[in-house]
């Protein structure tokens, strides 16, 4: 397994990072638009040396999946931080654990940058977060509306 930061991506692979995030997560939040999230993952995500930017995960150069790392994620939570997300196993590389390394990997870049804990937000995989360690903290309003389940980890 390799991680790479998106700034060490080439264009196509970014790309298809971008087109993969959009799809998904586009029909769960209406309001998204494709011109907003590309500016993000290419000018945000992938020219910050620190936080925010994103990494992805490699298994014999095959792209496997990916995440953010952010110190801004629910607006009505601005004191809680730094978060793991946009979190993305492609489903062809599901339940072989690739998601646990995917969020080791961003926990061990987040303790690197000097942050005990890491906290993200779900709605969709509860069960896969309390399984590898996370611990519930609250229920939290997202910023499209509805609600999602707040989950923090220490870092080491």
Partial sequence: MEIKKFSELTVDILETIINKHYTHWSQFSPQMDFETTNDKFKNIYAK???????????????????????????????????????????????????????????????????????????????????????????EVEKNEGGFGQLFFKKTN
Avoid: H
Wanted: contains cysteine; negative net charge.
């Fill in 48 to 138: 910050s040396n620190g936080i925010p930017f994103g990494i992805a995960m490699f298994d014999d150069n095959k792209l496997i999946g990916f995440c953010t790392l952010k110190m801004e994620n629910l607006k009505k939570y601005p004191e809680i931080y730094p978060w793991i997300s946009d979190v993305m196993i492609f489903d062809e590389f599901r339940g072989k654990g690739y998601g646990r390394m995917l969020i080791d990997a961003a926990l061990e870049e987040l303790l690197y940058l000097g942050y005990d804990k890491a906290y993200l937000w779900t709605d969709q995989a509860p069960d896969f977060y309390k399984k590898i360690g996370f611990t519930y903290l609250k």
